[in-house]
C-alpha cells in the first residue's frame, strides 16, 4: 500500500514538472503585453505615494504549459499621481528621470481570466499592498496639485510683504512638496522665485502684469510649512525660511500650462492652455550592442535599447512603450524650451491671467 501511495506520488510529481516546464517566449507577444499590464495594474493599486508606474520595456518573458508567465521588464514613473483615477495607460513618462526600475512578475492567464500572483518593483521605501498606509503620516503630491495653490499663494504673498527686495517676486519651480492630516492640513514644500518687473513702491501685490525680469536674474528659494483648514475660515498659518539663489540640486523645470499661484482656485479654467508634442530626440550616436550582462551606463542608453529587437534573441527587450525624452542637467531652460512654439510643459503670460 505504502509503495503504491510512493509511485502516485511520484507520479504526480512528473506530471506537475512536465506542466511547470517554462519555455521562452518573444518580448513583444500580446499576451506578454497583456500580462504585464495587469502586473502594473496590480503594483499601481498599491501604490499610495508619489506616481504611478508605466511600461517602458519587457526584458524577458517565459510561459509554462500550466499558464504561468514570468515576466521581467522595466519601468518609469508616469505624470500620474499615485491617487490619480487615470490609469497608467493614459499617462506619460516623467522626464526628469534617469534610470528605468526595474520590475518583475509571475501572472497566470488563461482563456478568460488574467491573474497576478506576484509583482515586484525595485524602488526604495515604497508603500506595497502587504503594508497599510500610515494614517496622519506626510504623503506626497504633485509640484502642480490643486491642493498647492493656496498655501503656496500665501507663501509667496508672504514672502513679498516681509522682504527687503525693492521688487515683488514670483514663482519659478516648486521642488518637493506632502500633505499631512493634522487638525486640519498640513502642508511642507519648497519652492524658488524671480525677480519681477513691479517695483514695490508702485504694487502692493502680484497681479497679471507682473512679469519675470529678463534684465535681472534674481532668484530666492524658500521651505515653507502652511497649516490650513479651510472648513474653519481660518487666515493660513504660514512658516517660512527663505534664502538668497535658487534651489539647490533641483533640475530646472518649467510649470505646467495653466499652473500659477495668482489663478482664482474657485474658476476652473475653461480651455487648457495649447500644447504640441516635445521635440523629438536628436538621433543617438551607433553604438555596439552590448553583452547580455553589462550595467547601463548612459542616459542614451537608456532612451534607446542598446540592441536591435530585430536582432537580438525572442525581440527582447521590446520597444519602448513610448518614447522617453528626458530633461538634461545643466541644460538652460532656453535650450530645453525651443522659441518657436509653445511645448508641452512651457510657461507663457496667459498663465498668470485669472
Known sequence: MGRALGLCALALLQITLALSAEVLIFCDDPTVDKAVTSALDLFNKGVYTGH????????FASKAENGSYWLKFTTRRSNCSATDPTPWTDCDYLAIDKKPIKCNATVHMNETDTDTEHVECQIEGLATPGKAQCMGCPEDI?????????????????????????????????????????????????????????????HKDLHELCKIDPDNVEFANCNSTVDMAPWRQEVPNVQLNCESGPMPGIILRRRPPGWSPLRNILIERSTPSPQTPPPSAAPAKAKEPKSWGKEESSEEDLVQPSVSRDDSPFHCPSKPWKQFVPVHAGRSETEATPTEAPVEGAFSDLDLLS
Open 142 to 202: 504633485s509640484e502642480n496639485s490643486e491642493d498647492l495653490k493656496v498655501p503656496l499663494s500665501v507663501s509667496i504673498s508672504k514672502y513679498n510683504s516681509q522682504s527687503d527686495h525693492t521688487h515683488l517676486f514670483t514663482l519659478h519651480e516648486v521642488g518637493q512638496a506632502t500633505r499631512q492630516v493634522v487638525a486640519g492640513f498640513r502642508f511642507k514644500f519648497n519652492f524658488d522665485m524671480r525677480r519681477t518687473d513691479c517695483a514695490k513702491a508702485e
Open 52 to 59: 504611478k508606474l508605466a511600461l517602458f520595456q519587457v526584458t
